[in-house]
């Protein structure tokens, strides 16, 4: 399984972007995505995730800004952040576990990870 993402770029603050996770070797349906990110320094930070039944979570940062959904027919899941910050400057990278076990939850860690995606918020 394979993971790419993309859609990340300058914006100003305030601004959106909407990303992309797509998964190549297998189907989506079986798998939990999650979007983490890392910024220059920091350790990497969970943002999001979605089960495979569709439920969704969000980190206290993110609820209210960010909406991840899932398109398994386009083997993608996306992650539209709006009202984007300069904190919120970061590589974000999505990543895959198997879990369809477990339809209406994320799993704790990740098989699968793409190559991550540059966000940059700045005016």
């Known amino acids: 399984v394979q993971l790419q993402a993309s859609g990340g770029g300058l914006v100003q603050p305030g601004g959106s972007l909407r990303l992309s996770c797509v998964v190549y070797g297998s189907t989506l349906d079986d798998y939990a995505i999650g979007w983490f990110r890392q910024a220059p320094g920091k350790e990497r930070e969970w943002v999001s995730c979605i089960s495979v039944g569709g439920t969704t979570y969000y980190g206290n940062s993110f609820e209210g800004r960010f909406t991840i959904s899932r398109d398994n027919a386009e083997y993608t899941v996306h992650l539209q952040s709006n009202n984007l910050k300069p904190e919120d400057t970061a590589v974000y990278f999505c990543?895959?576990?198997?879990?369809?076990?477990?339809?209406?939850?994320?799993?704790?860690?990740?098989?699968?990870w793409g190559q991550g995606t540059l966000v940059t918020v700045s005016s």
């Open positions: 990543a895959a576990q198997r879990y369809g076990r477990y339809p209406r939850t994320c799993p704790r860690t990740y098989d699968y």
